[in-house]
T-cell receptor, first 115, second 119 residues
Framework: KQEVTQIPAALSVPEGENLVLNCSFTDSAIYNLQWFRQDPGKGLTSLLLIQSSQREQTSGRLNASLDKSSGRSTLYIAASQPGDSATYLCAVRRAYSGGYQKVTFGTGTKLQVIP | NAGVMQNPRHLVRRRGQEARLRCSPMKGHSHVYWYRQLPEEGLKFMVYLQKENIIDESGMPKERFSAEFPKEGPSILRIQQVVRGDSAAYFC?????????????????FGAGSRLTVL
């Protein structure tokens, strides 16, 4: 059974700092890994998706890396801004024969960027 | 492409009533996932469906909850005889079948959620 853990559970940083969010998973046979952000009372917004064959993906100030063998992914946020305050979730997808896919979410990291 | 559409966005029910939540996946997506999020908690998987098939319902409560994804029309999450503990945000996500389109197209896309309040 896939278990996905995110550390830390909560993080508070001053504006402008670079920061790293961690995601670890127990089953390395994944199809892809996706990072989301969720603002309070809102839905999930996709940030980055990394296929199992990729090592990293970048979008603006965000960089996500994937190390399948060790079961880890990191989300790096450069020059953090108050608008980055949200809960960040990683989701691991595994594909099975017949097209069946199972998606397991991490526990989330609640980020607060202080102006 | 309108994205994943969920309705209603907000639903208020009294204890004992039925709640029906609808999810229209993105065009071309054949996989639908339902998740529940209780206040201040994470996302909990409920059920995974493909057209006309329930693939995995291991996260669904054994009673009062059911889901379907018919050949035509949206996916429906149905909660019978609601109780206060059912109050939560219910999110639907869709994705294409594995192998459809470019690798980057296999993004799991979420709807805005349906917030159920049981009085």
């Amino acid at each position: 059974k896939q278990e996905v853990t995110q550390i830390p559970a909560a993080l508070s940083v001053p504006e402008g700092e670079n920061l790293v969010l961690n995601c670890s998973f127990t089953d390395s046979a994944i199809y892809n890994l996706q990072w989301f952000r969720q603002d309070p009372g809102k839905g999930l917004t996709s940030l980055l998706l990394i296929q199992s064959s990729q090592r990293e993906q970048t979008s603006g100030r965000l960089n996500a890396s994937l190390d399948k063998s060790s079961g880890r992914s990191t989300l790096y946020i450069a020059a953090s801004q108050p608008g980055d305050s949200a809960t960040y979730l990683c989701a691991v997808r595994r594909a099975y024969s017949g097209g069946y896919q199972k998606v397991t979410f991490g526990t989330g990291t609640k980020l607060q960027v202080i102006p | 492409n309108a994205g994943v559409m969920q309705n209603p966005r907000h639903l208020v029910r009294r204890r004992g009533q039925e709640a029906r939540l609808r999810c229209s996946p993105m065009k071309g997506h054949s996989h639908v996932y339902w998740y529940r999020q209780l206040p201040e908690e994470g996302l909990k998987f409920m059920v995974y469906l493909q057209k006309e098939n329930i693939i995995d319902e291991s996260g669904m409560p054994k009673e009062r909850f059911s889901a379907e994804f018919p050949k035509e029309g949206p996916s429906i999450l149905r909660i019978q005889q609601v109780v206060r503990g059912d109050s939560a945000a219910y999110f639907c996500a869709s994705s294409p079948s594995r192998g459809q389109g470019s690798p980057g197209a296999n993004v799991l896309t979420f709807g805005a959620g349906s917030r159920l309040t049981v009085l």
